[in-house]
C-alpha cells in the first residue's frame, strides 16, 4: 500500500486524511441533519439500463429541476416517464467531452406524445426574477453576489466566464445577471432581473432541432465532458443526474456522423424511466440533497474556492460553479437516514 | 436519415451546417495553411494501449508543453520516455469526473529512474513573465487582456473564476495575473507577472505526493471530466492529450479507494509510450495546431465566445478558456498537408 499512499496521496488528501485545514468532505461530513434535504420522489427519475457486459446492473438516476425553472419540460418529462415512453428505447449516441442522447421522437413509428404533454417555449429558458423565488446567488468566490457586488474587484479573478453571477436553487447550479443600484441608504443594492439553469457536467437537458421550440423532452442528453455553458438559455435543462453518470460517461464514443452509433448493437437498452413516485415506496431509493441555502454550504462553497488542506499550496481564490456541486446522499449509505 | 438530421441538428449545427452566421469550424476550415504550425516530434508522445476488447488498436497522443511552462517536469518525461519507463506498465486508476492515471513511481521493484532526470521544484508550477515569451493573453470574452483591462466592466460576466487573465502560448492554455499601470501617455497598460498552464479536459499532469516537490513524471494523470482549474499551480501541467482521449475517457471507473482497480484484470497495459522524435520518420503520425497568436484563432475565440449560428438564439458573451481549445488536425486527414 506505501506505492498507493505515495501515489494517491492527492486524492486521498482531497476525500479522507484530516489535513492541515478543513476539507470539503470534513464540512459535509459535519453538516447537522437539519440541512440535508430529502428530495422528493416526484423530482426523481430512475433509469434502468441493460445490464452490463459483466451482467451488472445499471440504475441512472436525475434529479429534475425545481418548478418554475424549465417547468413546461419538466412537466413533459414527467408525463412522459409516467407514460413509459423511454421503456424500450436505447442511447443511441455519445460524444466524446460533450453528451450522451436517449430517447426517440413522436416522429418514429408514428408514436403519439401522452395526452398531458404542453407546448414548450424559448421563452423558458430563463425566468423573469420573481420575488417570491428562494435562490442563494454567488460569484465564483464563493461570496453571496450582492456583497460581492459591493466591493471593487478587478473585473476578472473573481468571474464567471458566461454569467454575472451563479448559485444554486434548490441544490441546482443557477446563473443570473445583476442589477445593481443604490439604495436609500446609499449602499448598492444588486439583484439578478433573469436567471436561468446552467449546464455543468452530469446536467440533462432536453435535445431539440434548429427551432428553439422544437424540444419537447422525448429525447434527453446528459453532459459528459467540460460544462458546455455556450448551451445555457439556448436549450432546456431539465435536472441532473445525481447517480450511476459514470454508467452514461464510459460508454464508448460512437462512431457515426454526431457520434451516432452505427449498429444496433452498439447502443444501450433502456429498460425503463419511472419516477419514483410511481414505484412501491419499499422499492424507492431515497437521496438528500445539502441544502444550498444553509450555512454548511455556504462554508463548503468557500472551502472549495480557497483549497488549503495538506495537498495545496495555492489556494485558487476562486470557484467554477461546475466545480461546486450540491453534496449529495443516498440513505442508504448514510447512517443518520 | 430524417429522425436523426431531425435529433442531431443541434450538433450538426456546430460542425458541419453552414449556418446564418459564422461558426467556429467554418473560421478553422478557411484558416491559410501560414497559420498551421506543425508540432515538433520531440513534442509529442505516443502512448499505446493494449487493442481493446474488440481487438481494436488504442493510442494516445500527448502534446507537452513548450518550454519554458514545466521544464523541469517535460524534460524528465522525456528521458523516461527514451528510457521505455512506461512500457509495460498500466492505466491503474479512473476517476468519474475527474482523471485516469497511470505509470509507476521507482518505490517500486527498485527500479531506478534515468541518469538524465533532473530534480523537480514547486516553484516551476508558475513562471515570472519574461518579455522574451510569446503569448497572446486573453480575457474569457476573447478579447485581447490588454484591451479589456482598459474596459470598465461589472466584475463577473467577462471573468475567469481561477484567474485575472487566461489565453494560450503555443497552442496551450494558461492563466496568469494581470498588473494594470498607467503609461506615459495615461493610457492604462496591463501586463501579468505571473503566468502558469491550465487544467482543461485532456490535459496531462504529474502525479504527486502531498510535498509539492514530489512529483518526478514517473507517474502522470489525464484529466476526463470538467477542469479542476483548482488544481493550477498546486501540481505540474506537462500537456494535452491532443488525439485519442476516448482511449482514456471511456475506461471503467475504478471501485477501490480513490478509484484504484481493485484487479490487475482491470487495469490497462500501456505497451509503451514513445517520443515522436524516437520513432523512424515514417511511421511518425504528423499534426498541426492552429497559430494561437493568429487572425485566425482570434477569430475563432470571439465566435466560441459570442454563438450566434443556427442552433443559438443567445450568444453567451464570453467563454471558459477550457472550452476554447487551439484546433488541432492530423496530416492524414488534412488534403493540405
Given at each position: 500500500m506505501k506505492h498507493l499512499v505515495l501515489v494517491l496521496a492527492p486524492l486521498f488528501a482531497m476525500i479522507a486524511a484530516p489535513a492541515s485545514a478543513t476539507t470539503p468532505d470534513e464540512i459535509v461530513d459535519a453538516a447537522p441533519d437539519s440541512e440535508w434535504r430529502e428530495i422528493a420522489p416526484a423530482d426523481l427519475l430512475v433509469m434502468t439500463l441493460a445490464p452490463d457486459a459483466a451482467g451488472k446492473p445499471r440504475e441512472v438516476v436525475v434529479q429534475l429541476l425545481p418548478e418554475p425553472f424549465s417547468a413546461a419540460w419538466t412537466r413533459n418529462v414527467r408525463a412522459l416517464a409516467k407514460a413509459n415512453w423511454w421503456n424500450g428505447t436505447s442511447i443511441y449516441r455519445s460524444v466524446d467531452n460533450w453528451v450522451v442522447q436517449w430517447g426517440e421522437g413522436p416522429v418514429e413509428e408514428g408514436k403519439t406524445v401522452p395526452a398531458a404533454m404542453g407546448e414548450t417555449s424559448?421563452?423558458?429558458?430563463s425566468l423573469d426574477w420573481r420575488s417570491g423565488l428562494v435562490a442563494t446567488l454567488w460569484d465564483a468566490h464563493g461570496r453571496r453576489a450582492a456583497e460581492a457586488a459591493d466591493k471593487e474587484r478587478d473585473g476578472s479573478k473573481f468571474g464567471d466566464p458566461y454569467a454575472a453571477a451563479v448559485g444554486y436553487v434548490n441544490g441546482m447550479p443557477v446563473a443570473s445577471d445583476l442589477e445593481t443600484r443604490i439604495g436609500p441608504d446609499g449602499a448598492k443594492i444588486s439583484r439578478p432581473t433573469r436567471i436561468w439553469p446552467v449546464h455543468c457536467y452530469a446536467s440533462v437537458g432536453v435535445a431539440r432541432a434548429l427551432s428553439p421550440d422544437a424540444g419537447s423532452g422525448t429525447e434527453l442528453y446528459a453532459v459528459?465532458?467540460?460544462?458546455?455553458?455556450?448551451l445555457d438559455r439556448n436549450i432546456a435543462v431539465v435536472g441532473k443526474v445525481i447517480d450511476g453518470i459514470e454508467h452514461l460517461s464510459i460508454l464508448p464514443r460512437g462512431t457515426g456522423p454526431a457520434g451516432v452509433y452505427e449498429t444496433e448493437g452498439e447502443r444501450t437498452p433502456i429498460v425503463s424511466v419511472r419516477l419514483l413516485s410511481e414505484m412501491p415506496v419499499a422499492a424507492r431509493p431515497r437521496y438528500r440533497v445539502l441544502d444550498t441555502d444553509g450555512d454548511s454550504f455556504a462554508r463548503y462553497a468557500e472551502v472549495k474556492a480557497n483549497r488549503d488542506d495538506a495537498?495545496?499550496?495555492?489556494?485558487?481564490?476562486g470557484a467554477d460553479v461546475c466545480n461546486v456541486a450540491a453534496p449529495v446522499k443516498r440513505f442508504a449509505d448514510d447512517a443518520s437516514g
Open positions: 424559448a421563452d423558458g429558458y459528459i465532458g467540460h460544462a458546455p455553458r455556450q495537498f495545496y499550496t495555492v489556494p485558487a481564490g
